[in-house]
C-alpha cells in the first residue's frame, strides 16, 4: 500500500525542490524517448510521489525490455541540459508546434478555452533540444541532476486522462530521489514493504478474508483478525472513558433528507450507496457527523453542560471503483473509531490538547512517536473559500496552534489548506520501515452546527451556536489495522497477539502436565494454545515461528521434574526457566502495560 507521500509544510506534496527535479526528469524522459522513437507521441508527464511519469502513445508498443535502452539515452543527454526556458505562445503557434499531436492539441484547446496563458518550456541545445507544453516548475540546472539519483522503473498501460472511453497509452515510470542513497533507501524500503504486505500476511497469518462472494472492498476478519482489531478499539475506548466521552450508537443508513441538511448528499454525490425499501430512499451512512447531531439535537443543553463528547466506533459506507480496492487499506466499509465534541469557542483549546494527550499515549504505545509531525491547517487569503465569521476562525486557529504549542506537537503551518467548514491537525506517523502515514486527525467544524441549528443556553439565558471538533485517533479501524500488520510485519505484540502463548510438550506423555499449564494461563484470561498432537517437536516450534506467537513454553520430562517452565520469546529467543506463577506474572505484565 502506497504511504502518504513526503510532504513539504505548504504544499500537500512532496518538496518543491525534488518535485522540480521529478518534473524536470520526465522532460528528459519526453526527450530520450523522442530521440530512440521519433514517431512515438508525448501526452503529459508529472511528478509523483516516488519519481515521475510519462505517457506515450507509441505507434509500435514497447516493452519494459527497452528501458534499458531508454534510460541510457536520458543519461546521456542529461549533461547537455542546463536551464530550462519558458516563453509565452500564441493558440496558433502553440497548435502549429504541435500539430500531428492530438493529445497536446486537446490540451491546448483545453487552457485557451480556460483563457490561461500557453507556455513552452525548452531545454538542451541542437541535438538534444526539447520543448513542451508546460506550466512551469523546473531546476535551475539541469547538470546537476545526479544521474544516480533516478531510474527507470515500469511501464503499464494508462487511457488518456484516466478516462475508459479513451485511448490506452503506455506510461513509463521512473523513480527519483535527491540524491542515489535516497534512491537505494527507498528500494531497500519497497523491498521490505513486499515481505510485509498485509494481504499476503493476512492470509498467513489468517486474519481476514476478501470474499468474491461479498464483494471487494468488504474484507470479513477472521478470529485471529478480529482478536487483533477488538483489542484496538478496547483500547481506544479505554483512553476516552475517563475524560467525559459517553458512547452512542447509530444505524448504518438514514433518509435521504439527512444528508441533504448535512450537505454530504451533494458533496459525495456518487460515492453514496442508495438503498430502497417500500418507496422509500435511503443512504448509507458515508459519515457519523449528522447522525451525531442529531443525538446533541434531541436534548436542552445549557452551558453547564458543555462540552458534550461522544464516542462511536462506526462503519461508514463508500462506493470506491473496483480498481482502486486493495487488501484493508481501500475498502468500502470503513469503521472509523469516531467521536464528535460539542463545546464553546472558548473550551476548543482545552478539549484538542485532551484529545492530543490520547493520540499521544496511542501512538506511543503503538511504537510511533519517532518522527511524528502535524500539520496545523489554516485558513488561506481568499477568505470567501471558507465558512464563518473572522473571529471564529481566529479564536480556533489560535486555540489549535495553543495546544500544539503547551503539548509540545512537532508541528508545521499548512496555510490554507484547512477545511472549508474549520482549521485541522494532521498527524503523520511514520511505521517501521519509514513510511509516513497521515492517521489522526482533529477538526474545528462552523458549518454542521450551523446547518443542524444546533444550540445550547448560555449564562445569559440565550440560544448560542456550539462548535463541533470531529476526531479520529487511529483514522480508520481497518486502515490502521493494515498499517499495523506492515509496522510489526506480522510479529504483534503480545498484547495484540492473537495468539499469546503455544504450550508444546515433547512427547504425548507431557500432555498432561501440559494441560494444567494450559488452563491456569487461560483461567488468567491469556490466549493459550496447546499442541498436543502426536508429532515431531521441531515442526511443532517451527509452526509456532511462522505464526508468529510471542512466546512458546516446552514441557518434557526436565521440566515436569523441577516443576518449572522453560520459556522461549519470539524476539528475545530463550529466557530461562520460570515457576507457572513467575510465568503468569511476566505475561501479564506485559499484556496489561502493552510493552
Ligand atoms: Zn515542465
Ligand atoms: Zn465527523
Not at 92 to 99: G, H, I, L, R, S
Request: proline share 4%; with cysteine; aromatic share 10%.
Amino acid at each position: 500500500m502506497s504511504p502518504t507521500p513526503q510532504t513539504c509544510y505548504n504544499c500537500s506534496h512532496m518538496s518543491h525542490d525534488l518535485e522540480k527535479q521529478r518534473h524536470s526528469l520526465a522532460h528528459l524522459l519526453a526527450a530520450a524517448v523522442l530521440k530512440l522513437y521519433p514517431d512515438a507521441l508525448p501526452t503529459l508527464g508529472p511528478a509523483v510521489d516516488n519519481g515521475f511519469y510519462y505517457d506515450f502513445d507509441f505507434p509500435t508498443p514497447i516493452t519494459e525490455k527497452d528501458l534499458a535502452k531508454i534510460e541510457k539515452e536520458m543519461k546521456k543527454i542529461l549533461p547537455s541540459w542546463k536551464e530550462f526556458s519558458g516563453a509565452e505562445v500564441s493558440y496558433v503557434d502553440a497548435k502549429e508546434k504541435f500539430t500531428g499531436n492530438p493529445y497536446k492539441l486537446e490540451l491546448i484547446e483545453e487552457i485557451n478555452g480556460k483563457g490561461e496563458k500557453i507556455t513552452l518550456y525548452t531545454s538542451g541545445k541542437e541535438k538534444t533540444q526539447f520543448t513542451d507544453l508546460c506550466r512551469g516548475g523546473h531546476v535551475d540546472d539541469m547538470s546537476t541532476v545526479p544521474a544516480d539519483s533516478f531510474k527507470l522503473e515500469r511501464i503499464a498501460g494508462a487511457y488518456w486522462r484516466g478516462k475508459e472511453t479513451n485511448k490506452m497509452l503506455t506510461r513509463i515510470y521512473g523513480l527519483a530521489f535527491a540524491s542515489q542513497t535516497d534512491l537505494t533507501a527507498y528500494e531497500l524500503q519497497q523491498e521490505e514493504a513486499k515481505k510485509r504486505d498485509h494481504r499476503k500476511l493476512g492470509k498467513e497469518l489468517k486474519l481476514f478474508t476478501i470474499s468474491e462472494l461479498v464483494g471487494s472492498g468488504l474484507p470479513l476478519m477472521q478470529p485471529n483478525g478480529m482478536i487483533i482489531r477488538k483489542a484496538i478499539e478496547d483500547y481506544l475506548w479505554d483512553l476516552h472513558k475517563d475524560k467525559g466521552y459517553s458512547r452512542v450508537w447509530t444505524p448504518h443508513m438514514a433518509k435521504e433528507s439527512l444528508y441533504e441538511t448535512s450537505g454530504h448528499a451533494s458533496k459525495f454525490g456518487d460515492e453514496l450507496f442508495r438503498v430502497t425499501g417500500g418507496d422509500e430512499q435511503f443512504f448509507l451512512k458515508p459519515m457519523n457527523c449528522p447522525h451525531h447531531m442529531q443525538i446533541f439535537a434531541d436534548n436542552q443543553f445549557s452551558y453547564r453542560h458543555m462540552p458534550v463528547r461522544y464516542f462511536e466506533p462506526a462503519t461508514v459506507y463508500r462506493y470506491e471503483k473496483a480498481g482502486q480496492l486493495s487488501g484493508l487499506t481501500r475498502v468500502r466499509a470503513i469503521t472509523q473509531d469516531d467521536g464528535h465534541l460539542f463545546c464553546r469557542v472558548s473550551q476548543i483549546s482545552a478539549e484538542v490538547s485532551t484529545i492530543v494527550q490520547i493520540i499521544k499515549e496511542f501512538y506511543t504505545t503503538m511504537n510511533m512517536m519517532e518522527g511524528y509531525w502535524v500539520r496545523l491547517s489554516t485558513r488561506g487569503d481568499d477568505k470567501t473559500k471558507y465558512l464563518g465569521s473572522d473571529e471564529v476562525w481566529e479564536k480556533a486557529e489560535g486555540a489549535l496552534e495553543q495546544s500544539a504549542k503547551e503539548n509540545n506537537l512537532n508541528y508545521k503551518i499548512g496555510r490554507d489548506e484547512a477545511a472549508f467548514y474549520g482549521p485541522k491537525l494532521d498527524f503523520m506517523f511514520k511505521d517501521a520501515i519509514g513510511r509516513e502515514w497521515q492517521l489522526a486527525t482533529i477538526q474545528c467544524d462552523f458549518n454542521l452546527p450551523e446547518r443542524f441549528d444546533l444550540s445550547f443556553t448560555n449564562e445569559k439565558g440565550e440560544a448560542e451556536r456550539p462548535v463541533v471538533i470531529h476526531r479520529a485517533i487511529s483514522g480508520s479501524l481497518e486502515r490502521f489495522m493494515g498499517v499495523m500488520i506492515e509496522h510489526y510485519a506480522g510479529n504483534f505484540p503480545l498484547w495484540l497477539a492473537p495468539t499469546q502463548v503455544k504450550i508444546i510438550p515433547v512427547r504425548t506423555h507431557h500432555n498432561d502436565y501440559a494441560q494444567k499449564v494450559f488452563e491456569a494461563l487461560r483461567e488468567q484470561g491469556i490466549r493459550a494454545e496447546l499442541d498436543d498432537a502426536d508429532e515431531n517437536l521441531g515442526k511443532k516450534v517451527r509452526d509456532a515461528k511462522n505464526m508468529r506467537i510471542p512466546y512458546t513454553i516446552i514441557i518434557g520430562d526436565k521440566e515436569i521434574e523441577s516443576n518449572n517452565l522453560t520459556i522461549e520469546n519470539r524476539d528475545k529467543g530463550k529466557i530461562g526457566e520460570k515457576t507457572i506463577e513467575e510465568t503468569l506474572a511476566l505475561f501479564l505484565d506485559e499484556i496489561k502495560n502493552k510493552s
